[in-house]
Each structure stands twice: as structure tokens, then as C-alpha cells.
């Protein structure tokens, strides 16, 4: 029976990424192992089957029968608490994909509570970060960094090395929207690092995207191309159009910072085009928003609209308050480039709203100050500088240079408009000051994003010259088994003499270096016979072999067998062999 479970339990996972590959495929082999989990009675297997068949069904595009089934398992009282404790999560992520937040992360709650035994640690850090994946949409950057790093730990407790890359990377990205991004680089190339050594070469290149978006973000626009070029040269070859696509979006992003538009909308629509092909709607739909603003800087400002007003209905069935702003950010803007003040500034007040309530402060801020050049193109210089006056004590307190270099500049215009030189000539000496602080910074960024690529170039060196010495540190130890080997062979071939023993003790010690000795230094009560019994017990040697080599009989070598056991305090059930190893 135990055979039969663990065979439930092989194909169960065999079965996970075929029920993303192929949801039908994979229902049809689900219905009898769970009959079969069903029959036994093995009521772990049967739960995991039923999510998994939830999982299938969601691909299969019946999301409403996987609701149902996880619910079903939720509410059967034989099922454990782990088994339960998935179907809530499975529930939850049904929430969390129809953007019901609040409600998901009430599930996710509730699948924590029973797990608080040292043994669901690994089932309780994936829900945990479950958890700060939810948080982070919603805006509460901190709280979700938080719910990572503790999942980190949980994991590297338990020596889940590769399952932790993935908080690594989503540690990584959130570091990047705070500007901690020397952290997030780190935590990037951690990730990418785990995959290599795992030998998962296909997960260490998808992280070259995270990567590129750090770079960028420090400012390195040429190193963040060269990485997204790697990371599409990867997708085609592996022919992934999700990943092809997330590629051209980092792309697009480097030529907008690079200001070369004609290429970054050649690569938006190509990316567009991935994303449709792959039934992602959100990323189409921020891929269209981010094609608009493209087009709006090449001069195309009614055909940015057209664009916009194209998708107008997908947004409102997204239900989500982040791409709600962004879109009504690039309209606003759009209609600003038309002349359609006042359309602009509605666009960006509702904007600025769906910024508040996810408490998005630097988004909140750019959107003020659209709203100021708004008023300022409409010729209400006043209210312009009212606007700017009220959002100033916020930049300040932010801190970048970057930001206060803008709202300054503003600031200068309007008393300008207004006729108060003074004032203007004032804002303007703190606009320059501004700017080449910025302009610093940048240089700065730009110096530590080359700063950290040499630090990981030198790791890649030097690890690849540890493991050129591994190699041949390897090759020895193989050389020295043969010799060992042939050694032994010959001794069981040829008349067994002292000189041959003295040959192959020589063999021996050079393989299991100083084992003898040690051996001999722990238990100084084992006699010459007993130590040669226990080297050749240590090479894993039959019974019927040691009695060969030593010319004796097996029963002989038995009683040694037992003599050593007693000698050393074995137990009856441990192993001699792997005793004898460990010393």
C-alpha cells in the first residue's frame, strides 16, 4: 500500500505542469487517481488531487465547477488542515485575479490560522507571500516587503534554497518602486544566482528582465538594453511569447529613456501583440496605455487618444484602482497636448483620487504638478502656484532632486506670468541648484549600476575558477578510486601477502585520508584485524569479498562484524557502513 501511495504522489506532481500546459489532458488523468486516492482512503492525496483539478479547471476556462470543487473541499471536516488550508488559497487567488483584494486576503487569513506547527512552514511561506503579492497591488509597498522578507526567512530556515529565489525576486522588485535599488540589485542577481546553481539555466535567463528594470531604474539605460536583448534572444530560442513579451516591454521602457520613440513603439506594438496572443489582458491593456504615451511624444497626440479611447471599456472591466490611474494619467496628458484643458484636468483629478487611496505618493505628486501646467497653458498662473505651493512641503520632504528641479521650474513660470521677477529669478536659482543635483545624481546612479555589474562579473570569474579546481580536484579523487580499485582486484586475484596489504593501506589512505588513524584514535580498543574489517566495510564491500581479501572465511568476518559493533556501541538497527563513514 505504501508503494502505491507514493506512486499517487509522483504522478500528482507530474501532473502540475501539465495542468497548465494541457488543463483537458490533465483532467482526464486526475478522475482516476482520485478514484484511486478515493479507494485507499488517503485523504492528503485526495484533497491535493481536488486543487489541482481546480487549477485544471481554471485553465480548462470552468472557473465557476473549480470554485465549487474547492469549496466542497473546504467544507469536508476529514480533510486535514494543510489540505484545507490549499483549497483556501486556491479560493483566494480567485479573488485576488478578479481584484477583490480585501476579500482575498480575508482567505489567505484564514488558511494561515491552523498553521502555526513547524511542519506547514513551507505551505505557510507560500501563502505568506501570497499575501505581500496582494498588498503590493494594493499599494502598501512596505507591508508587502515586510511579508516577503519573513517568508524568506521561513524558507531559508527549512534549506528551500530554490523555492526562496522567488522571494528574492519579488523582494527585488519592490525595493526597486521604494529606490532602495543597490538592495534590489542584489536581491535580483541572488535570485538569478540560486537558478545557476541549481543548473536552471531557462529560470536564471527570466530573471535578466528584473535585472534590466533595476539598471534602468539606476539609470543605466544601456546596460538595461543590452539585458532585454539577452532576455528576448532567450524567449524566441525557447519559444516563450509571455516571456518575448515581457522582453519587448523592458525594451520599449529603455528606448523611452534612451528618447529613441520610433523604435520603442516599434517594440510596444510587437509586445501588444505577445500579450494578446497570450491571453493577458492586464498587460495589453498597460501595454496600449504605455503605446499611447509613446505616440504622444512622437507628436501623434489624437491618434495617442484613439489608442486610449480603444480600451476604454477594457478598463472599466478590470476593477483595478492602479490601472485605472495610469490610464487616466496618459489621457490627461493627452488631452493637455490637444488643448482639451479642461478634459485634462478632469482626467488627472480622478487620477490623482485612485493615487490617494492606494497611498502612492510620488504618483500623487506627478499628477499635481500636470495639473499645475494645465492651468498654467490656460493662463491661471495663480491657481498654478496655489497647486505647486501645496505639493512643494511634500517634494521636500521626499527629497529628490529631481522632483523639486520641476516643481521650481513651474514655480518660476507662474510668478513670471504673474509679473514678480524677484520671485521668479529666486525659483529659478533653486530650479539650477536642483538640476545639477540631479544631474549628479544620475552620474552617481549610472556609477554604482557599473559599480555592482563588475562586482557580479568578478563573482562569475571567480566562481567559474572554483569550479575549474572542483573539476580537477574531482578527477583526481575519480584517479585515485581506480587506483584503489585495481588495487583491491588484484589482492582478491593474486596470493594475499603483507606486501600487498601495505600496497593497498597506501591506496586506501590516499582516498579516505587520515580514516585509519582517526579510526584507530576514537577506539583504540579495535585490534589490527577489526581495523582492516572496518576499511573495507567503509569502500561498502560484501561480507563475501572482505573474507576473500583476507583469506578467512565469511563467517570469520561476521564475527568481526560483531566485535566492532560492540566495541564502537553500535546499535542493532543503525548501519555500520554509514557509521564508519561519518568518522
Known amino acids: 500500500m505504501l508503494t502505491t501511495l507514493v506512486a499517487i504522489d509522483r504522478a500528482t506532481q ?14 482526464e488523468q486526475i478522475a482516476p487517481l482520485l478514484a484511486q486516492a478515493e479507494a485507499l482512503n488517503y485523504v492528503d492525496g485526495v484533497g ?11 485553465q480548462a476556462g470552468r472557473p465557476s465547477e473549480a470554485d465549487e470543487l474547492a469549496t466542497a473541499a473546504l467544507h469536508n471536516t476529514s480533510y486535514s488542515s494543510d489540505v ?5 488559497r486556491f479560493l483566494a487567488l480567485r479573488k485576488r485575479d478578479h481584484a477583490q483584494y480585501d476579500e482575498a486576503l480575508r482567505l489567505l487569513d484564514l488558511a494561515i490560522g491552523p498553521l502555526d506547527r513547524e511542519a506547514d512552514s513551507r505551505l505557510l511561506a507560500l501563502i505568506i507571500m501570497n499575501r505581500a503579492t496582494i498588498l503590493a497591488r494594493m499599494g502598501l509597498i512596505d507591508k508587502s516587503l515586510e511579508e516577503q522578507l519573513f517568508s524568506l526567512r521561513l524558507r531559508e530556515r527549512h534549506g528551500d534554497v530554490l523555492e526562496s529565489a522567488t522571494n528574492h525576486q519579488n523582494i527585488a522588485n519592490l525595493l526597486r518602486h521604494m529606490g532602495r535599488l543597490e538592495d534590489a540589485y542584489r536581491h535580483a542577481t541572488r535570485a538569478r544566482n540560486i537558478f545557476l546553481d541549481a543548473g536552471l539555466p531557462a529560470k536564471a535567463n527570466s530573471m535578466l528582465g528584473v535585472i534590466g528594470r533595476v539598471l534602468l531604474s539606476l539609470g543605466d539605460a544601456e546596460g538595461a538594453l543590452q539585458h532585454a536583448f539577452q532576455l528576448r534572444d532567450h524567449a ?62 512622437l507628436h501623434r497626440p489624437r491618434e495617442a487618444l484613439e489608442i486610449l479611447g480603444g480600451v476604454e471599456q477594457q478598463r472599466a472591466l478590470m476593477n483595478d484602482p492602479n490601472q485605472h ?51 498654467l497653458e490656460r493662463d491661471e498662473p495663480s491657481q498654478a502656484r496655489d497647486i505647486l505651493l501645496t505639493l512643494l512641503p511634500d517634494v521636500e520632504r521626499v527629497g529628490w532632486n529631481r522632483s523639486l528641479w520641476q516643481v521650481y521650474e513651474l514655480l518660476s513660470q507662474c510668478e513670471e506670468s504673474l509679473g514678480r521677477y524677484k520671485k521668479a529669478l529666486a525659483y529659478t536659482r533653486l530650479r539650477n541648484t536642483h ?21 557580479e562579473q568578478q563573482r562569475v570569474r571567480e566562481q567559474g575558477q572554483l569550479q575549474s579546481r572542483l573539476d580537477v580536484a ?57 581495523l582492516r574489517v572496518c576499511s573495507l566495510t567503509r569502500m561498502q564491500m560484501s561480507t563475501k569479498n572482505i573474507a576473500s581479501l583476507l583469506a578467512t572465511s565469511t563467517r570469520t568476518v561476521e564475527g568481526h562484524r560483531l566485535r566492532i559493533r560492540r566495541k564502537l556501541n553500535i546499535d542493532g538497527t543503525a548501519s555500520l557502513t554509514t557509521f564508519l563513514s561519518s568518522i
Open 14 to 27: 507530474e501532473l502540475r505542469s501539465l495542468a497548465m500546459e494541457n488543463p483537458q489532458k490533465a483532467l
Open 48 to 58: 491535493t488531487l481536488i486543487v489541482l483539478r481546480a487549477h485544471a479547471l481554471v
Open 84 to 88: 484545507r488550508a490549499r483549497a483556501l
Open 236 to 297: 524566441r530560442q525557447s519559444e516563450l511569447p509571455a516571456l518575448e513579451a515581457e522582453a519587448c516591454t523592458l525594451l520599449s521602457n529603455c528606448y523611452v529613456s534612451l528618447e529613441m520613440f520610433v523604435e520603442a513603439e516599434e517594440v510596444e506594438r510587437e509586445a501588444h501583440g505577445h500579450y494578446e496572443q497570450t491571453g493577458n489582458g492586464v498587460h495589453a491593456f498597460l501595454s496600449k496605455v504605455t503605446l499611447a504615451t509613446i505616440v504622444n511624444a
Open 325 to 375: 490611474a495610469q490610464f487616466l494619467e496618459k489621457r490627461g496628458d493627452t488631452h493637455r497636448r490637444l488643448h482639451m484643458l479642461d478634459h485634462a484636468i478632469t482626467d488627472l483629478q480622478e487620477a490623482y483620487r485612485f493615487y490617494e487611496k492606494a497611498q502612492l505618493q510620488l504618483m500623487m505628486q506627478q499628477c499635481m504638478r500636470m495639473i499645475a501646467v494645465c492651468y
Open 435 to 455: 538640476k545639477e543635483r540631479a544631474i549628479n545624481e544620475v552620474s552617481a546612479q549610472r556609477a554604482v549600476a557599473t559599480s555592482l555589474q563588475f562586482e
Open 474 to 530: 574531482e578527477q583526481s579523487a575519480s584517479a585515485l578510486q581506480q587506483e584503489l580499485h585495481t588495487a583491491t582486484l588484484r589482492m582478491l586475484d593474486q596470493e594475499k601477502g603483507t606486501q600487498d596489504w601495505s600496497i593497498f593501506q597506501v591506496q586506501f589512505d590516499r582516498v579516505h585520508v587520515g580514516f585509519l588513524e582517526r579510526l584507530a584514535r576514537l577506539h583504540p580498543q579495535l585490534s589490527a584485524s577489526e
